[in-house]
């Protein structure tokens, strides 16, 4: 039985006072919600080439390991937390393949060697990134709206919850903030040699 939105909220700030009881009993519904999440994302990628939802998720859950101290104060905040850490892997994850490709110093990243980040080229996640950062510099807000929805997969309801606005908000922050990122991208692309 999943724990209701309050139980999970409940059991992340235990385990952020120090409570490793509170620990396994989150671990499982913490799992299976990012496992639902890296999935959705994988099934949006295209190729036969897709990072492994398994490694992703351990991933996170190493660098999670490192936010321990962290005051949880409820759940759409720990799965926005979860976005953020999964965009790094990814951008990370896809940085490293760049170089190798280039024939540039390989960076060692935990992850399975096997692991492949996208079905699209790897130009394209690292251009989605550069995208994002362009569009916070310019609305913040708009950019964290797209990383909660895409990265982590949090709902409209959840990622509202997470940056403290209303639900109207993030609807017009997602519809303008998709509309400037993809005339940004098809930019970028007009500008490649």
């Not at 959840?158 to 606005?165: R, Y």
Request: aromatic share 6%; glycine share 4%; net charge neutral.
């Amino acid at each position: 039985m999943v724990p209701a939105t309050h139980e999970i909220t409940q059991l992340l700030q235990a385990w952020s006072a120090g409570d490793e009881a509170a620990l396994e009993k989150l671990t499982p519904v913490v799992y299976a919600e990012l496992n639902r999440t890296a999935r959705r994302y994988m099934a949006g990628e295209g190729s036969p080439n897709t990072l492994q939802t398994t490694a992703l998720i351990n991933e996170v859950y190493l660098r999670l390991v490192d936010l321990r101290e962290t005051s949880w104060q409820n759940r759409a905040q720990f799965f926005g937390m979860c976005a953020k850490l999964m965009r790094r892997i990814l951008v990370d994850y896809a940085r490293a393949r760049r170089s190798q490709k280039r024939g540039g110093e390989v960076v060692h990243l935990p992850l399975d060697e096997a692991l492949v980040v996208s079905r699209q080229p790897v130009a394209d996640l690292l251009d989605l990134d550069n995208a994002l950062r362009a569009l916070a510099e310019v609305d913040e807000r708009k950019s964290e709206v797209i990383e909660l929805r895409f990265f982590g997969g949090l709902s409209m309801e959840e990622s509202a919850e997470v940056l403290g606005v209303s639900l109207e908000t993030v609807k017009r922050d997602w519809k303008l903030a998709k509309l400037w990122l993809l005339s940004r991208l098809r930019e970028q692309k007009r500008h490649e040699p």
